[in-house]
């Protein structure tokens, strides 16, 4: 659509109203002269074109599927029915998730508010007034004069300030587009809370194996410790090595509480996160060890990540709400025509009857307005309303390049760690043969207490280690699922 240049503007503004007198339009011209003006200004950003994300080398070798984005229950697939429960369970009673619900409901409600600007206003008023009026009085008659009286009044009123150069309605769109985004969010919330509800079960997972590996090293100390004793009973060992053992033996019963206090910890924010009370955390069973399939990446990453995660639609509804601000500030700096009417009966003295024909009244009232000299204020308007265009742009650009490259790195993070989970396998299998034969080595009186220390030790790491990278191995899965979108599609919350 081609914008309409001041002359354009006021021509058909003085069509519309009136024919103005000659004297008025050659005054209006000459205010023309300075009349305030939209030039100079405009936005700067640019929104990215995904597929200028290039990713190919990064994600060379990893599978692609069409139907590889999460589901809307992705959490099924980790086989673990309290998770299904959890999750559903925190969906339903978060706090977050009522609020993020509510910040959707004002936006629409703004949103509605701008699209009632658009429409003609009428009310109907009614009252009444006892003054005593002065006998010098004009404008009432000459019989209520000097006297207490009453005045009644009805009338309806009339009012339309004319969307001519749709500037009201691109202040409706641009409400309505941060509606759209708000309510993008408030699916988004209940995708993050899944997340978090998931991440935290994994934690709680990774402290119950944090306690077996406590409970694992407080047996061999134990077994230790009993073999000391015996070995200093018979005189092959001496009062300090006992002494150490039982050293070590406390340690490990003091790692295994730790391990206890963790799994508290675990359970008490699951308990925030289903809205509960710390009682609901108690309940928790022991989470079966997720375990994540290999990793598949849906085909044509870039593009289809636009409408598969939340915050990159969201931002993007953004994006044009704010391009329809611009619009709407430029329509401030040309002509308007604004229409009001009135019509009623107003009747003055106690006994008059005020719905009578000769106490009828009526106005019309059509007025044209055009910003001469404003002190700037409509120009630091656009220039606002540009800024906040060029950021929503960039911040629109800022998701978008973070999330190719969260993609990118959690995939390359869970190969890792599947690498590393095999090598520690082997590392802990060879720590338990070391843990045995040093052990039966100091049975036999053939090697020091040491040897079966440092033995021991190496087995804990290893069981710390894979216990560890087992845990992030799901962690990681579960953040692989929110980074392509958490079961988003464009199409969930319309």
Known sequence: MRWPNHGDAIMSCVNILFRLPVVASLALCAALVGCATPGGLHPTGNTLDARSLQSGQSLAGVPLSPTAWPAQDWWVGFGDPQLSELIVE??????????????????????DSADAAR??????????QGTRLSNKDPIYPPYVLGHFAWGKAVTANFSWDLDLWGGKRDAWEAALGRSHAAEIEAYAARIQLSVNVARAYVQLG??????????????????????????????????????????????A????????????????????LLGQGP???????????????????????????????????????QVEAASKDIK????????????????????VGGSTNVFQLPARTYSVGPALSLPIFDGGRLRANLAGADARYDEAVAHY???????????????????????????EQRAKQDAEKSW???LSAYKGGVSGPLTPLASRQQLLLADQRLALLQSQQADLSIRLIDALGGGYAATATR
């Open 90 to 111: 925190a969906l339903k009673n978060n706090p977050s998730l009522a609020e993020a619900a509510a910040r959707a409901q004002q936006a629409q409600a703004v949103a």
């Open 119 to 128: 429409l003609p206003a009428v009310d109907l008023e009614a009252g009444a």
């Open 206 to 251: 990774y402290a119950f194996a944090q306690r077996d590996v406590a409970d694992g090293e407080l047996q061999r100390t134990l077994q230790t410790l009993a073999l000391t004793r015996r070995l200093v009973a018979g005189g092959l060992g001496t009062p300090q090595q006992e002494a150490f053992a039982d050293s070590q033996a406390a340690s």
């Open 253 to 272: 019963e003091q790692q295994k509480a730790q391990a206890d206090r963790a799994i508290d910890a675990a359970r008490s924010s699951l308990s925030v």
């Open 279 to 317: 009682d609901r955390g108690l309940s928790i069973a022991r989470p079966h060890l997720l375990d994540p399939s290999l990793v598949a990446l849906p085909d044509q990453l870039q593009v289809d990540l636009l409408g598969r995660r939340a915050d990159l639609v969201a931002a993007r509804w």
């Open 328 to 347: 709407a500030a430029k329509t401030q700096f040309l002509p308007n025509i604004s229409l009001s009417a009135m019509a009623g009966f107003v009747a």
């Open 397 to 423: 650009n800022g998701l978008l390049i973070g999330a190719v490259n969260e993609v990118s790195d959690l995939v390359s993070a869970l190969a890792s760690v599947r690498t590393q989970i095999a090598l």
């Open 436 to 438: 045995r034969d040093a």
